[in-house]
């Protein structure tokens, strides 16, 4: 059976999804249709017609920013100002509180975010990849993600049935506690390594890794300076 059958299985198995919503979405993948992926068969399923799709180009201004996805791509960057971005074809909801915003995308989206600020991402059958030189905290259900971390931060993360790919540009100065449940992980940090859990500092400890996993594939690389 393929990962997009499997992937859509568990999502009914636990309730993500109805029975009838997991009919449609197995009758999709299996339709041949030419350069669309498994997200974007999600989002043609999941849409209620086209006329809650359209171009996005939003710019604001936030300390802290909460993201959730719902069967969206979602490619991230670093701002060049103090100004959070965000476009490209989709639909976007979102609510602003002093100094916060919440943000609901759905589609295949860019984002660039400032420096200053920090960022809380919850997916949902979505993939995330870019870079990031921020805090991050993230939950992810059934998504893939793959991120290059620019420089120490804190990151937290939660992941089920999913994949995590995470990219240190050296010099890393990160500490990692890292726990996989009936996952896999590899890494190349020079961490220790014991019955599905991985700690270790790597350099100076100017930013903490902590990832709590399940069911999932979890893969820690360094990259060298350019």
């Known amino acids: 059976m393929s990962n997009e059958k499997m992937r859509i299985l568990r999502m009914l198995e636990n309730g993500k999804i109805t029975a009838g919503e997991a009919e449609k979405l197995l ?26 799709i359209g171009e996005i ?3 604001f201004e936030a300390d802290k920013a909460v993201i959730n996805l719902k069967a969206c791509t979602l490619r991230i960057k670093e701002s ?18 002093a100094g916060e915003v919440e943000l609901t995308l759905f589609g295949s989206l860019d984002m660039e975010a400032p420096l200053i600020s920090s960022l809380a991402i919850n997916l949902k059958v979505s993939d995330l990849t870019g870079i990031i030189g921020v805090p991050l905290k993230l939950e992810s259900a059934m998504s893939d993600v793959e991120l290059s971390v620019l420089r120490p931060v804190d990151i937290e993360a939660e992941i089920k049935m999913g994949n995590l790919a ?19 992980i590899s890494q190349n940090l020079g961490l220790e390594e014991s019955n599905g859990r991985v700690v270790g500092l790597v350099g100076k400890d100017k930013g903490h890794v902590k990832i709590n996993a399940k069911l999932s594939s979890i893969e820690l690389t360094k990259i060298k300076e350019e």
């Open 27 to 52: 009758k999709a993948i299996s339709t041949d249709k030419e350069g669309m992926g498994f997200v974007d068969r999600i989002a043609e399923v999941f849409s209620v017609g086209v006329d809650n």
């Open 57 to 59: 180009s939003e710019e």
């Open 80 to 97: 060049s100002d103090s100004k959070f971005r965000v476009y490209g074809e989709g639909k976007m909801t979102h609510k602003r509180e």
């Open 166 to 184: 995470l990219s240190f540009r050296e010099p890393i100065n990160q500490h990692f506690e890292v726990v996989n449940s009936m996952g896999a």
